[in-house]
């Protein structure tokens, strides 16, 4: 019999644990990176997660630069060959219902109830959040009170599961000072939850455009905060090394009990790949 709609708000996607990574991806580049022909450095970057053999793609936001349609449904054209799950969460550079009206489907995910949504992945939980903040001046973003309660109450109910969250702003400061003031604005409250649950070990991000991992400490566990590079040009971090500039991407591989791995790919050369 057909499965209800993924995008119903109790209904959690029965996904079988990943056996291989799951890449997240940041597709397209915000206004400063236009210069660098985002388009094809997205394609490039897609044809090395191709030979990765994901079982899904997540995309950590800004799918689009100005939230045209157009460019939404240039993304579903290029990631419709690999008919993969897709779990995707708004950015600040994003038209979200346009986004939702391209990317529909059986396999696409977004956080549309009460900006959350929640998935299963074998003996994983992924939750996907939205942390859009209306009206934002400088691309920051916030977390709306509705969703952090939701939030607490999926955490809450589902206790013995390891959760991933993923959102597009960062809740953790990069150190980075522009950088840091278009973070997750109620960062503190959201941090102050996690504290309460140590099923949470993963907490996944784009904006920044760049590497970065921090684990804290959470409970009687710890949680790993992971940025992803963009697939178009990148943020310079503090300590630079020889491939900070290259587009790339994340994989994760989540295990059956509860640990996971990461690296980060870069595509070089971009261009020539596409």
């Known amino acids: 019999p057909p499965l209800p709609h993924p995008l119903h708000p109790r209904y959690h996607a029965p996904h079988p644990t990943p056996k291989s990574p799951i890449p997240t991806c940041w597709p397209t580049p915000p206004p400063s990176c236009a210069a660098a022909n985002p388009w094809q450095s997205f394609r490039a970057v897609l044809h090395e997660v191709v030979q990765c053999q994901p079982d899904g793609l997540l995309l950590t936001g800004d799918l689009a630069d100005q939230g045209d349609r157009a460019?939404?449904?240039?993304?579903?054209?290029?990631?419709a060959p690999l008919d993969l799950p897709t779990y995707w969460v708004p950015g600040n550079h994003d038209e979200a219902t346009t986004a939702q009206a391209v990317l529909q489907g059986a396999r696409y995910y977004s956080p549309q109830h009460h900006g959350l949504e929640s998935i299963e992945l074998g003996t994983w939980r992924l939750l996907l959040l939205n942390s859009v903040l209306p009206g934002a001046q400088f691309g920051e973003g916030?977390?709306?009170p509705g969703t952090l309660r939701s939030l607490r109450a999926e955490l809450t109910e589902h206790s013995q599961q390891p959760t991933a969250l993923a959102l597009h702003h960062h809740p953790v400061p990069?150190?980075?000072?522009?950088?840091?003031?278009?973070?997750?604005q109620n960062a503190p409250a959201l941090l102050s939850l996690l504290q309460d649950f140590d099923q949470v070990r993963l907490v996944l991000f784009g904006h920044?455009?760049?590497?970065?991992q921090q684990v804290s400490q959470s409970?009687?566990?710890?949680?790993?905060?992971?940025?992803?590079?963009s697939t178009g040009l990148?943020?310079?971090p503090q300590a630079v090394t020889p491939?900070?500039?290259?587009?790339?991407?994340?994989?994760?591989?989540l295990s059956c009990d509860g640990h996971h791995h990461t690296q980060v790919r870069r595509v070089t050369p971009a261009l020539e790949a596409a």
């Open 174 to 184: 990069t150190g980075i000072d522009w950088l840091d003031q278009m973070q997750v």
């Open 208 to 212: 920044i455009h760049l590497d970065f």
């Open 243 to 253: 491939d900070c500039h290259l587009p790339g991407f994340r994989l994760i591989s």
């Open 71 to 79: 460019a939404y449904e240039h993304l579903r054209d290029a990631i």
């Open 234 to 236: 990148q943020v310079t």
């Open 142 to 144: 916030a977390l709306a």
């Open 219 to 229: 409970g009687t566990g710890a949680i790993a905060f992971y940025g992803c590079p």
